[in-house]
């Protein structure tokens, strides 16, 4: 089950205590208690796993290590190890404590929510002329914590939408190191995938049927994952009895739902152009035409028809670059 929305705590670790010891070395006299180390720090780290929010919904609780205590001989206390959440990328993250808002846009964008406490310093920092054996040391700073609320809000660059098996799935799995779940029967996906090509998330989501606006094999649900992709890749199989019919159902069930969903940059692909013979090929983009769509047709075992869908990839990661310089 896709878990999108999730109230956590998260609590840094705290700072180590330091240490109170003498030096036990002929001619070397006087304090050697070291500090203790650097409570660790709690980071949200951003990944194309769309399920990452999953994982996080068996506890309520996150902490990271606590830094360790001081030692003798001057040996500083080992800095607590730090903790990554992973969430998908497209989260908006709340800070419940103190209102502050972000989103996590990047793969492999780290964005520190907690800071570890600072240790505490052993007698050896406490050492001066007057007082050449303190006894004095300090405890280390308890860890700051926080509360956050999570809500995925699922943006991709690019969104596959289509009937239920049309190769969705397949051409995810193509493009990016995803490893979606590719079946010959309808209503394979059930929940939307996400990869990453290059700099571009990939958002498959799960096939769309007539009524779907109206709630039918849970397409207000998938439906409402498209309003988070800015360009559909639209694909439709070519084995189908009445391709332009199939294009239709999709983009009526789009309008009935949103019709702001009609405005975004829309690539139609034909899939599985090797079960078709070079007729039918024919016949299926005379219809197109007559509707005004270009098309593309692609087969997953065709790599040159591939190298198509890679070139307008290239093109958007190239929009993306110019928009964000």
């Known amino acids: 089950m896709l878990v999108n929305d999730l109230k956590i705590r998260v609590v840094a670790g705290a700072g180590g ?23 660790g720090n709690v980071y949200f780290e951003g990944v194309s796993n769309l399920n990452a929010l999953h994982k996080l919904s068996y506890k309520k609780e996150f902490k990271a290590e606590n830094g360790k205590d001081g030692r003798a001989q001057f040996c500083d206390g080992q800095d607590g190890e730090d903790l990554f959440l992973k969430i998908p990328v497209g989260t908006m993250v709340s800070n419940l404590k103190t209102n502050e808002k972000f989103e996590i846009k990047k793969i492999g ?17 406490f050492r001066s002329s007057k007082n050449t054996s303190p006894k004095k040391f300090e405890h280390g700073k308890p860890g700051r914590y926080s509360e956050f609320h999570l809500n995925l809000k699922l943006i991709a660059d690019v969104g596959f939408i289509g009937l239920p098996n049309v190769g969705k799935s397949s051409l995810l799995n193509n493009l990016t190191n995803t490893k979606s779940k590719v079946a010959n029967y309808p209503f394979t996906t059930l929940e939307p995938n996400l990869g990453a090509y290059y700099d571009l998330i990939l958002a498959d989501i799960p096939g769309l049927i007539k009524g779907a606006s109206s709630g039918k094999g849970l397409g207000v649900k ?29 983009r009526n069930e789009l309008l009935k739902y949103n019709k702001s969903f009609l405005t975004k940059p829309e690539y139609i692909f034909i899939t599985k152009k090797d079960l078709v013979d070079f007729n039918s090929i024919q016949k299926i983009s005379e219809k197109f035409k007559k509707i005004n769509k270009e098309i593309a047709l692609i087969s997953m075992f065709d790599s040159e028809s591939i190298d198509v869908i890679k070139k ?8 993306k670059t ?3 310089l």
């Open 17 to 39: 205590k330091g240490a109170v010891a003498f030096n036990k070395n002929m001619m070397s006299l006087g304090p050697s208690g070291g500090s203790g180390g650097r409570g």
């Open 109 to 125: 964008e780290k964005i520190m929510v907690a800071q570890g406490g600072i240790g505490g310093r052993g007698n050896f920092r």
């Open 222 to 250: 998938f439906l409402k994952y498209i309003e988070y992709t800015k360009v559909i890749f639209h694909l439709i199989s070519s084995d189908s009895t009445d391709p332009v019919s199939d294009y239709k159902i999709v």
């Open 312 to 319: 307008i990839l290239n093109g958007l990661i190239d929009e």
């Open 322 to 324: 110019e928009n964000s």
